[in-house]
Every structure is written in structure tokens, then in C-alpha cells.
């Protein structure tokens, strides 16, 4: 297995993300080529595969970089590793990757979300070295 940026949308990286989101979210729909063709991109983002010797792909991460006045921020976002990939450190590779990345860009701090129902997730990152904040989120919702 190896961790590689998504630098172009082919049929088989719109029929790999039809089978992961799913396994993240049930309320959000996979993402459609020109969805992902934008995610890809886009200066801000940095779409990371996991993908085996044969071309499947086994999970993914977005990285997330953004200057705000404060500094450059980093964000890791829907990581999602496929169910039949779970357990053999695709999830660890990922963000080992994303966190180089960050550190090469500039980032300071990477911040991340995860629901406390991913139990599996939340022991990864911790053992990574991720601290919880004491921090509130909120979202405001902008669809009716």
C-alpha cells in the first residue's frame, strides 16, 4: 500500500469515493467527477488516497490549508478508510502523510473533528499525538 495525492479525476476515483462515503456519512451523497475534479484542484486541498499495488483504492483524507491573519491553518477532514481496509493502518498512513504535508507547508497545528461513536478513530488519533480541546463547535446550518 502506498499514500499518493489525487492530481486527476479518472471513472475509478469517482467509483472508489461511490463506495467510501457511504461508509462515512448516510446523509451525504459520494461526490460526483466534477466534484471531485474541483476538490482536486483546488489550491486548498489536498485530496490523499491510500491505494494498494493494484490501483484500489483502500481510504482516503482531505488536508486542508488556509491562511487566516493568525497564521496557516491546517484541517484534516473526512477520513474514511474502506470496512474490508480496517485495521491494517491505512487510517495511520493517511495521517502521517497529511501531517507531513502540513509541517511542510508551514502549519503549526493540525486540527481535526471526530465523532465519539469512531472509537477506533479517536484511540488513532490520540496515539498520533492529537490533544482534545476544550473548545465548543457549533454549525449553523444553511440548508432549510
Known sequence: MKIVEATEV??????????????????????GAEELAELVGSPATRLLLAVEDDGTVLGSLTLALFRIPTGLRAWIEDVVVDDAARGKGVGEQLN???LRLAAEA????????????????????????????DTNVYRYS???
Open 10 to 31: 479518472t471513472p475509478e476515483l469517482v467509483a472508489a469515493f461511490a463506495g467510501l462515503i457511504p461508509q462515512l456519512s448516510s446523509s451525504s451523497p459520494p461526490p
Open 96 to 98: 502521517q502523510e497529511a
Open 142 to 144: 444553511l440548508e432549510a
Open 106 to 133: 508551514g502549519a503549526t497545528t493540525v486540527d481535526l473533528t471526530s465523532r465519539p461513536s469512531r472509537e477506533a478513530a479517536n484511540r488513532l488519533y490520540q496515539r498520533l499525538g492529537f490533544q482534545r480541546r
